[in-house]
T-cell receptor, first 111, second 114 residues
Framework: SQQGEEDPQALSIQEGENATMNCSYK?????LQWYRQNSGRGLVHLIL?????REKHSGRLRVTLDTSKKSSSLLITASRAADTASYFC???????????FGTGTKLQVIP | EAGVTQFPSHSVIEKGQTVTLRCDPI?????LYWYRRVMGKEIKFLLH????????ESGMPNNRFLAERTGGTYSTLKVQPAELEDSGVYFC????????????FGNGTRLTVT
């Protein structure tokens, strides 16, 4: 299993602040993915970082990966109320392997 | 491109009854996954189809759960007989290819067993 474990479980910040969420996993991976879930909806893919990458950016998102520590972080800069959602990481080891998720980080951005 | 669709969006049944959930993946996606989330806990893997074959069903809780994927297209997940602990949100996701590309999720089916 490549279950990601997110930290913290809940985070509340003011609009405009940055939000950082962390993820740890157990064994070697091919890539690690971050997803967002808005209440009552399915998960939406945000960003994928491969095992040979250390940092990746997409708009206001910045993801880092440290394979030696088996950890990743997701930074959302200049947060907006619309960023309020649960965020999940998923570690994937390759081939026809299952993708597993953790309990997520619930982010609340206060306007 | 149509997304992953799930039906029904909500289902309320009594303990002991049968419920069948349906998932239509994105056309051409070989991989189809079922997940379940109970009471805000982890999103738990149930099983993974590659085309019509079950690649991994290690997450299926017990033999009350039966998943099928007819002709490698849509999939159904039947719970028979339903128990109270089966309540939760059941998500379906699909992706292309052997090396995982991002998963595309449906909006889920919220199952309540009373």
């Amino acid at each position: 299993s490549q279950q990601g474990e997110e930290d913290p479980q809940a985070l509340s910040i003011q609009e405009g602040e940055n939000a950082t969420m962390n993820c740890s996993y157990k064994t070697s991976i091919n890539n690690l993915q971050w997803y967002r879930q808005n209440s009552g909806r399915g998960l939406v893919h945000l960003i994928l970082i491969r095992s040979n990458e250390r940092e990746k950016h997409s708009g206001r998102l910045r993801v880092t990966l440290d394979t030696s520590k088996k950890s990743s972080s997701l930074l959302i800069t200049a947060s907006r109320a619309a960023d309020t959602a649960s965020y999940f990481c998923a570690a994937y080891s390759g081939g026809y392997q299952k993708v597993t998720f953790g309990t997520g980080t619930k982010l609340q951005v206060i306007p | 491109e149509a997304g992953v669709t799930q039906f029904p969006s909500h289902s309320v049944i009594e303990k002991g009854q049968t419920v069948t959930l349906r998932c239509d993946p994105i056309s051409g996606h070989d991989n189809l996954y079922w997940y379940r989330r109970v009471m805000g806990k982890e999103i738990k893997f149930l099983l993974h189809f590659v085309k019509e074959s079950k690649q991994d069903e290690s997450g299926m809780p017990n033999n009350r759960f039966l998943a099928e994927r007819t002709g490698g297209t849509y999939s159904t997940l039947k719970v028979q007989p339903a128990e109270l602990e089966d309540s939760g949100v059941y998500f379906c996701a699909s992706s292309q290819g052997r090396e995982v590309s991002p998963l595309h999720f449906g909006n889920g089916t919220r199952l309540t067993v009373t």
